[in-house]
């Protein structure tokens, strides 16, 4: 059950929270502060140092899973539609957002070697692999990965060879096919294994990268990229390619991204100061942050990357993840809140049809160009033995005629026969050569020419099979790298796997639609109750007001302990005010003191005739005695600054 | 050190240089998992100085025990800000008192400065307070005045990490003050922190003990504008970053690629604020600092060395940014005076257009005053050129089409540079903000032109440079700006359309067109309908099908080109009654929208009052002109 007939669809939201591990449980008696509803997709969240009587805070979204859930949950029910549709030629984004040490990275990877604890990553390579080998035999595939890192705002490729010491790369853009990172390394993949080599390659790179782990790990962001081209010949007898585009994001610790100051709201980072003078830039860039002027460098290499995922063309998850530690509250609060605001982000998704840049196309050009080429060779080595030979060779003709549809199965054969025809030319001028050799009756120089000759020619012939062996591993090379579908249906099993999956996607899709359909009512029941206002009895009214009054006596708690925290801050800043107050009054009352016990009346009149306040810097100010260059200095600056 | 033997002495020097050493140099080769090993040797060595030094003062303290022993000050910490500082009280700089007390005080700011690295704020704190209290009781001298500058930078930043602002602001103030006096007060070369720890023969020059100070007084100018900033206050900030930058220059310490991209981003401040004499003066200065960075590498070289072909990258780039930084002065120099110029049917209003211009004379007067008393940028090198630059183009809104002219052929001087190297193969965004702008300048510049055939003409060409990107982008990876230009395209053929017009009515003096000029129109209005359309279609979902709800940010816009459309379709001239018809029908169909769109939505009326407020009355009237027709043509 969809949402009706948008072309834009918000941004998925789940929330994952991780069990209380031991030194949290041994922490003290006062356990989770996290509670969730999976029916509802709620989560409340417990402020360990509120009184009781507070409210708890709720945020909705689109799913939640709490401790007990398991790996394969989150991906049939949140996970498993995107990459159908990345697989159906949409752009597909899943996040893992949240603080360090809540389990992003066991979200995203998990356990590998555990079928039942794999994470996103592993599954997602498994049911793309999977969705391939069961097609239709019409569709060819080409599936690629790319792995990056973002670390500083610099890109780093992952899968260089030489990544330690590589340079960083740039981000690019094309007019057909948007931003892209130039020379980014990408693996043409054909099984879950080759994969997920690719993965560990990356993997270990960036362990590598960095002396320590866990540090680096919470200031940069990983992002695995997977292209599946598809081509399918179309109703118009063309083939058609969609290509979809899965980017799985493991972004870095959000308490490296937005720390809160006691507010809340505000950016810790904004209060530092950049001690080195280098920063000047960002000072200057963050004033001269206007709509009509140009400031460079302003967005950051992540949201470039990745601006068609938030508000683009794209479906998108983003899977946040909570520790229930009541010392993590202020985090776990944040990052809801994040969760919550990213619930509002609304993308188009559209499927890429045909893009100019599908590497499939490319490739199978190239194929049917190799293919061509070879042929045409074989051609030419057959006409150069009728030439050669003088009489035709009988099983030439029908092989021309066997035609190109054949030949894809029987390559390898052909091949295997023109060797043989390779060996027995070079038989024959060898033999030929002997001939010359034996041949007494002929004139030494003429013999000599005759054997050069036919060295010659066997050279030749030589360079020509090597130059087709060449070609035909070129050849063989590419066409392995497409996957083609339906080459593993040979079982009855694949079917009923295929609809085991179908029905467990059917109960995703329920639940799914279930917990939505349950928000819906909690809405309506408010807006319901609001609205009716006929009754059929008295009774009726009675029990429907008591539940009104209930539902908005609830609310004026909610309001009224807000007030409290209002006041409550009011109420310190005003003893804090207080304080002060005293402590001043009470050094003024000494400072008069001194004055009247120790400074001469006539000494105390001169200074004070000398003192004049200054507004400007809110302070007194001993006026010198001669008007001195320094304050016409500074009343000119006061000119300029004034000067608007 | 009177007292203490000379070796003494020099087994401290020896101490301090190690200290040092370990801080600045050693520090860097430390181990991942003991990231502080030489701070904390140099920690251990400090604290080894501070004893000597209070021993030695224990030693002294016996001959002249005065005024220090029976000192029993109250312990409150000093606070800046709200106190005089630190002039005409207690014994002064220069005394041995003074001095030592500097000594002492300085090795506390060094082992304030190391727990700060160490990442021990609190005890770092209270170290530095404690130099704060020792300084307290002595007068600034060229002796100590680089230490009560460099221990307020150092508190003023650690204030500003934990977002005690105000607090920040207080240290780093005071800090400016006692520069500013002393400069004026005194102005010798003072005293370095480290020379208090120097054996004779290694003391430093004047110049370098210059170049110190003034480093640390760039340094407090530069925590203040994050502190400005921070506190809201964008007009201080930018002033501090300025004089920042000043500074750098001045001092000879800045890398001139940066620097020059920096000022060129200040000018973007300026000129979002109005202020174009400041804004110019940051351009110039950055135009001519990039240049002493050298010439582009030839392609060729960047082929050989990878060093060399960053470098070009970066150069290129990098003065592409200022070029940019440029058209868009240029751009809001039209811009604001084309506003202060236009009537209220956009265009020139000649009253308006005199009055300024006999106040012109005035502001020329205060230009002057102002520049010579702005703060201007400028090595003795660079000063003229700096200046030269300022004068190619003016800073004084421009009030005729010459005027406007020279800004124009300026900003569209720099639109070349710019795309030279944000291309559009590589840069797509990038390049067509570029296009924009320059459509932009030929806009503004329009407004000028009195010739109605020249200013058709300019519009022509922002058709020209828009036109074939548009329709070469990815609809899906563009979407927003194939949107933006749509539009831009649509409203640029209405405006010809409209200049067309205006011109084949003053040319005849009949009432009626002839073919040619009919031709011209209709092929005007219907690409402006097309591009309108085309805009409404990007809306649509991928099945094709109008959305019921419209954003809000495009509401206005979908809105807007709808009542256009309509408009459009109103005025095509055909000859033949029923196409006639038909036009106006369809004319009448996007009116209906309009109206049945805010009656349906009735939040987005306030979004296209005038709009819906034309479509209502067009859709009671539309029908009787149709009918008319009808009956028009029956009579013929």
């Avoid at chain 1, 308490?255 to 003078?277: D, F």
């Avoid at chain 2, 220090?68 to 606070?79: F, G, K």
Wanted: net charge negative; aromatic share 8%.
């Amino acid at each position: 059950v969809m949402s009706k007939n948008k072309s834009s669809e918000s941004v998925k939201v789940v929330v994952r929270c991780r069990p209380l591990n031991r030194k949290e449980e041994s922490n003290g008696p006062a356990g989770s502060i996290v509670q969730m509803d999976l029916r509802l997709g709620q989560v409340i969240l417990r402020n360990p140092r509120a009184p009781v009587s507070e409210p708890q805070k709720t945020f909705t979204f689109d799913a939640v899973y709490d401790a007990n859930s398991k790996q394969g949950d989150l991906y049939d029910e949140s996970v498993r539609p995107l990459i159908d549709s990345v697989l159906a030629g949409f752009n597909g984004t899943i996040f893992a957002y949240g603080q360090t040490g809540t389990g992003k990275t066991y979200t995203m990877q998990g356990a590998w070697m555990d079928p039942q604890k794999r994470g996103v990553i592993p599954n997602a390579f498994d049911h793309i692999f999977t969705h391939i080998s069961r097609s239709q035999s019409d569709k060819q595939y080409l599936v690629r990965a790319s792995y990056l890192e973002i670390y500083l705002e610099e890109v780093l490729d992952l899968l260089d060879p030489n990544h330690g010491n590589a340079r960083p790369l740039e981000l690019r853009e094309s007019p057909e096919s948007g931003v892209y990172v130039r020379d980014l390394t990408s693996c043409v993949c054909k099984s879950i294994k080759e994969i997920e080599e690719v993965m560990n390659v990356g993997n270990q790179a960036r362990a590598v990268a960095a002396t320590d782990m866990n540090e680096h790990s919470s200031r940069s962001h990983a992002l695995f990229l997977i292209t599946v081209e598809c081509s399918q010949p179309g109703p118009d007898g063309r083939k058609h390619i969609r290509v979809g585009r899965l980017n799985l994001v493991d972004l870095a610790g959000s308490e490296r991204q937005a720390k809160t100051g006691v507010q809340g709201e505000r950016l810790k980072e904004a209060a530092k100061i950049n001690l080195s003078l280098s920063a000047l830039g960002n000072v200057i860039s963050a004033l001269a942050d206007g709509r009509s002027g140009h400031v460079p460098y302003r967005d950051s290499k992540l949201t470039r990357l990745l601006q068609d995922s938030l508000g683009g063309n794209a479906k998108t998850v983003m899977v946040a993840t909570l520790g229930p530690a009541p010392q993590h509250y202020d985090e776990t609060l944040t990052t809801l809140r994040y969760a919550n605001r990213a619930k509002n982000i609304q993308n188009q998704p559209r499927v890429n049809e045909d893009p100019k840049d599908a590497l499939l196309r490319e490739f199978q050009m190239e194929i049917a160009r190799l293919r061509a080429q070879l042929h045409h060779r074989k051609w030419r080595t057959k006409q150069k033995k009728e030439q050669v030979d003088g009489e035709g060779w009988e099983r030439d003709g029908d092989e021309e005629t066997e035609g190109e549809e054949e030949d894809e199965e029987d390559e390898e054969e052909g091949v295997e026969k023109e060797a043989e025809e390779y060996v027995k030319q070079e038989q024959r001028l060898e033999r030929e050569k002997q001939d010359i050799r034996e041949d007494q009756f002929m004139l030494a120089d003429e013999k000599q020419r005759l054997l050069g000759e036919k060295e010659r020619m066997m050279g030749v012939l030589r360079k020509e099979q090597e130059a087709t062996e060449q070609l035909t591993a070129k050849y063989k090379a590419m066409e392995s790298k497409l996957l083609v579908g339906g080459k593993n249906i040979i079982d009855h099993t694949n079917e009923q796997q295929k609809m085991l999956e179908g029905k467990r996607h059917e109960i995703a899709e329920q639940t799914r639609s279930e917990r939505e359909i349950q928000q819906q009512m909690l809405v309506r029941d408010e807006e319901t109750v609001e609205l009716r206002e006929t009754f059929t009895s008295l009774q009726q009214e009675v029990e429907a007001k008591t539940k009104k009054l209930k539902k908005l006596y609830a609310k004026l708690q909610c309001i009224k302990a807000e007030i409290q925290d209002v006041n409550d801050e009011h109420v310190r800043s005003r003893q804090e005010l207080e304080q002060t107050q005293n402590e001043l009054t009470r050094e003024l009352k000494f400072k008069y003191l001194i004055i009247e016990n120790f400074i001469p009346p006539e000494e105390k009149n001169k200074i004070m005739n000398r003192l004049t306040f200054d507004p400007e810097e809110d302070q007194w100010k001993f006026q010198p005695l001669v008007p001195s260059i320094f304050t016409m200095f500074l009343k000119t600056k006061c000119c300029i600054s004034g000067y608007e | 050190m009177a007292s203490a033997s000379s070796d003494e002495w020099r087994a401290v020097c020896d101490k301090f240089t190690n200290a040092q050493n370990l801080t600045v140099v050693e520090s860097r080769n430390d181990p991942e998992n003991d990231p502080f090993r030489s701070k904390y040797k140099a920690r251990e060595l400090l604290r080894e100085i501070y004893c000597t030094l209070k021993s030695f003062e224990a030693g002294e303290g016996e001959e002249e025990s005065g005024a220090e022993s029976s000192e029993q000050r109250p312990t409150e910490p000093p606070v800046d800000g709200q106190r005089e500082d630190g002039y005409g009280q207690g014994f002064s700089g220069d005394s041995p008192a003074g001095l030592r007390a500097a000594k002492l005080g300085a090795v506390e700011y060094y082992l304030g400065v190391n727990h700060v690295d160490t990442e021990e704020l609190s005890a770092g704190q209270e170290h530095l307070m404690n130099c704060m209290k020792l300084l307290e009781r002595c007068s600034v001298s060229s002796e100590n005045v680089s230490l009560f500058i460099h221990v307020r930078n150092q508190l003023g930043i650690l204030s500003a990490g934990w977002d005690e602002t105000e607090t920040a602001q207080g240290f780093l103030e005071t800090a400016e003050s006692i520069y500013q006096r002393y400069l004026k007060e005194d102005g010798s070369p003072p005293t370095d922190m480290t020379e208090y720890f120097t054996t004779e023969e290694n003391m430093l020059t004047h110049q370098e003990r210059t170049k110190r100070f003034e480093l640390a007084y760039t340094h407090t100018m530069y925590y203040l504008a994050q502190v400005y900033k921070n506190l809201g206050e964008t007009e201080r900030a930018a002033t501090y970053c300025h004089s920042t930058l000043q500074r750098q220059l001045q001092l000879n310490q800045f890398s001139p690629m940066e620097w020059a991209l920096n000022a060129a981003t200040l000018s973007q401040y300026y000129i979002t604020k109005g202020l174009y004499m400041e804004g110019r003066h940051c351009l110039s200065a950055a135009t001519v600092i990039s240049d002493l960075a050298g010439e582009v590498p030839s392609e060729a070289a960047a082929q050989e060395s990878e060093t060399e072909s960053e470098r070009r990258e970066q150069l290129r780039q990098k003065r592409a940014e200022i070029a940019r930084c440029w058209i868009k002065y240029c751009l809001n120099v039209l811009q604001d005076s084309k506003k202060l110029l236009e009537d209220s049917i956009g265009e020139l209003d000649t009253d308006r257009q005199e009055e300024l211009k006999m106040a012109r004379r005035r502001e020329e007067e205060e230009e002057e005053k102002g520049r010579k008393s702005a703060l201007l940028f400028g090595s003795e090198d660079t000063f003229d050129s700096i200046a030269s630059l300022e004068e190619k183009v003016h800073c004084l809104l421009p009030l005729d089409f010459t005027e406007a002219r020279a800004v124009f052929l300026v900003g569209q001087n720099y639109v070349t540079q710019a795309k030279e190297y944000f291309q559009m193969d590589g840069y797509v965004t990038d390049h067509i903000e570029i296009l924009q702008d320059h459509s932009a300048l030929f806009r503004a510049l329009a407004f000028y032109e009195e010739d109605l055939e020249r200013r058709c003409k300019m519009h022509k060409r922002r058709v020209d440079m828009l036109e074939p990107i548009c329709s070469d982008l990815n609809a899906q990876y563009y979407l927003m700006i194939r949107r933006q230009m749509m539009f831009e395209l649509a409203e640029i053929y209405n405006e010809m359309m409209d200049l067309k017009l205006t011109l084949a009515n003053r040319q005849s003096d009949t009432e009626s067109l002839d073919n040619h000029t009919i031709n011209k129109f209709n092929h005007l209005c219907s690409a402006s309908a097309k591009y309108f359309q085309m805009f409404l279609d990007s809306l649509c979902s991928p099945e094709g099908k109008i959305p019921e709800h419209l954003e809000e940010e495009v509401l206005r816009p979908a809105l807007v080109a709808r009542f256009r459309v309509a408009r459009l379709y109103s005025r095509l001239i055909s000859p033949s009654p029923s196409a006639q018809l038909e036009n106006l029908d369809k004319s009448l169909e996007h009116y209906k929208y309009v109206v049945q769109y805010c009656e349906a939505h009735p939040e987005a009326a306030a979004a296209v009052e005038t709009e819906l407020e034309l479509s209502t009355e067009m859709v009671g009237l539309l029908p009787l002109k149709m009918n008319l027709n009808i009956l028009s043509s029956k009579c013929i």
